[in-house]
Each structure stands twice: as structure tokens, then as C-alpha cells.
């Protein structure tokens, strides 16, 4: 039986959770215009890199965070990057193949998962839809909804679609990483990425 390169969990998470997710996310003094590359247009979040010994420290950070990443982490992988991702009306993100450890190790390898929890969708959204893809081929096209935790192989050209639509879609993604202890080494233990000029 072939392996689907990924998975939908709906309702992962009940609604007061999602809610108060939501509420921290936008008042974080660390959200503002994202500090991804040119692939995310007109999107908004930031970004924490961590190693596995630094998840306490995350949750202590951010406890908002900490049913998520109790959930959403995988046992083989010891480095992550976080980001919540909020897109609006215009926004979209342009194919491509999440490294974003990049900066820190430049031969990094994929990650082994991507996991997106999809925090706020707004009802009767137009656009916005994730894209899959290996290669040229299309493998999947994921219409988000409110409380859908969805996991991908690392490996996967992925894009969203532009929202043409009023409202705010929020989710909150990480990529999941297993790392040689040389690249290790070159990733930091912790530490946040924002555009925010003071915090």
C-alpha cells in the first residue's frame, strides 16, 4: 500500500483553544510584516528556531504555543522552525521547498515534516488553498478549514494560493527536522526572527 505524502487531522484542537491561539498570536509584540523571503507576499507573522532541548524554554516563552507543539512534534527530529502565518486579501506564497534553516546551515537538508495547523479561516473564503507538489506533478490541493492539523512530507513543493477574499487566514506551521550533528552544531539552540523594531 503506497504512503500518502500527507495527512488532514480536522477539529485537532477544540475551539477555546484555537481562540485564545489566535488572541496571543495577534497581540505578540513579535507579529508584524513576515521576515520570510519574497515567496510570502504580503503576509505577516515571525519565526522562532529551536533545537529539541530548547522546547521548555519555547513553551515558557510562549505557552500559547505549548499544546500545539506537545501535539505536533516528532520524536526522530531535534531542530525546528515556527512560524505563525497570517494571509488577507492579495496575500500568497509562491511554490517552493520549505529550508529555512538555510540561513543557519547552508546545505541543510528538507525537512522530514512540515506540520500546519490551520488556526482562522474565514467562511466562504475564495483562494487561499494549499498546493502539493512533486515535481511538476499536483498531488494534492488542501482547502483549509478552521482547526485542521495537516502534515507533509518536507520534501514537497508546496504554494498557497492568493486569497481574493476579505477576512484573515491564520495558521501556524512548523518544519520539522532531522539533523546530522555537524548541521546541528551550526543551528542556534533559540531564537526568534521578526521584523518588529523593538521587543
Known sequence: MTRLPYSECGDAFPAAYLESLRE????????????LNRDFVA???????????????????????????????????????????????????DPHIDRSLRAYCKDVATP???????????????GGELVLARGKKTLAKVRPSTGLLLGFDGD???????????GQRLSLVCEQYALSPDELDEVPNYRIETRARSY
Not at 496571543?24 to 521576515?35: A, D, E, G, L, S
Open 24 to 35: 496571543h498570536i495577534r497581540k505578540c509584540r513579535y507579529f508584524t510584516v513576515n521576515n
Open 156 to 166: 514537497l513543493t508546496h504554494s498557497v494560493d492568493r486569497v481574493d477574499s476579505t
Open 43 to 93: 503576509t505577516r507573522g515571525f519565526s522562532v528556531v529551536f533545537r529539541r532541548e530548547c522546547i521548555e524554554r519555547v513553551q515558557a516563552e510562549f505557552p500559547f504555543f505549548a499544546p500545539y507543539l506537545q501535539r505536533a512534534l516528532r520524536a526522530d527530529c531535534n531542530a525546528f522552525y515556527l512560524n505563525p502565518l497570517q494571509l488577507e486579501a492579495g496575500s500568497r506564497v
Open 112 to 126: 522530514v515534516m512540515v506540520s500546519v495547523l490551520y488556526i482562522e479561516v474565514p467562511v466562504g473564503m475564495r
